[in-house]
């Protein structure tokens, strides 16, 4: 059976032994990162600098969230704010291995930034088991390459530590729980953020729109899970597909996006199935979506597919 005391003494252990100089870390907001960094900072305290990049694709008032997170976990951290980069870069590209592999190669670059000013050697990311695992390599099929793992640059001039690599979602939980960490039971976020939920190109207006849509889902979702009214899903959240559809505002004809709702119940990541939500759950979900961007959206559908066939994101 896992034991997360005996796992934390033996990777801040094990930590301490690998790093001899300044790291620096990613985070996210979400519990691998943040388990990660914690742990990191037990093994070497201010020489590690955890590093939360703004890339313009995360969570609705995540920015704030995070910071007021570590600061309390007593982590080191820098926010390096990198929006209009990550736009540019991903100008007029659709395909989502593309998205996947700029966007981890600006990553690397920041924290190479990041590394650079404050002479570090080591970078300390939050990668599990099933990262790996669907990035594929070997014998492995590439199911879709994963930030942290298909899209790191071979000229990475810093030495690469994994704490988590071999273990899984349900495991990092509870480590997150011994630790103290908030975001223990926190639902998982891509790395590359709502980059990877928004089908089509990364635009700002589908940025907002994705944003909001996803921002409504969790609070509705967190809502009725908390009246006892549904089990919470392992992951909720809101997909912009790249379609319009005719619709009507009022007396007048629209002509707006489609907003995918997705939840489902998983253990480790690797299977999922698709949450049963009740309908008057979904019914204030699509109102909610369609009377705050009814300009903009005008049809809400859900996914009641399982992975597999499907992964968990649509991306």
């Not at 934390?8 to 519990?31: F, R, Y």
């Not at 790395?191 to 909001?212: Q, S």
Request: glycine share 8%; aromatic share 8%.
């Amino acid at each position: 059976m896992f034991d997360p005391e005996k796992f934390v003494d033996e990777k801040v252990n094990e930590l301490k032994e690998q790093i001899q100089d300044k790291a620096v870390i990613g985070v996210s907001g979400g519990v691998d990162s943040t388990v990660a960094a914690v742990l990191a900072s037990r093994a070497i305290g201010d020489q590690l600098v955890a590093v939360y990049v703004d890339t313009g694709f995360m969570r609705k008032g995540e920015t704030e969230f995070v910071g007021d997170m570590l600061d309390k976990l007593g982590v080191n951290f820098r926010i390096y704010k990198a929006g209009d980069e990550y736009f540019e870069a991903l100008s007029g590209i659709i395909e989502p291995e593309e998205k996947r592999r700029i966007i981890g190669e600006k990553f690397i670059r920041n924290f190479e930034a990041v590394a650079k000013e404050e002479k570090a050697r080591y970078l300390v990311q939050g990668t599990i088991a099933p990262d790996w695992i669907e990035s594929g390599g070997g014998l492995r099929d590439t199911i879709k390459s994963h930030h942290n793992v298909g899209a790191l640059p071979k000229d990475m001039d810093l030495t690469l530590i994994e704490p988590l690599r071999d273990i899984y979602k349900d495991e990092v939980r509870k480590v997150a729980r011994f630790l103290g960490v908030p975001v223990a039971e926190r639902q998982p976020f891509p790395g590359p953020g709502l980059a990877v939920r928004i089908l089509g190109e990364c635009t700002h207006e589908a940025t907002d729109i994705v944003r909001e849509a996803c921002a409504i889902v969790e609070e509705e979702i967190d809502s009725a899970s908390d009246k006892g009214d549904m089990e919470r899903p392992w992951q909720y959240f809101a997909a912009l597909l790249p379609v319009k559809s005719v619709g009507v505002q009022g007396d007048v004809r629209a002509y707006g996006y489609t907003i995918v709702v997705r939840a489902v119940q998983s253990i480790d990541g690797m299977t999922a199935a698709y949450s049963k939500i009740p309908h008057h759950v979904l019914q204030r979900i699509s109102e909610r979506i369609t009377n705050t961007m009814g300009d903009r959206v005008n049809r809400v559908v859900y996914d009641i597919t399982n992975k597999p066939p499907g992964t968990i994101e649509w991306e």
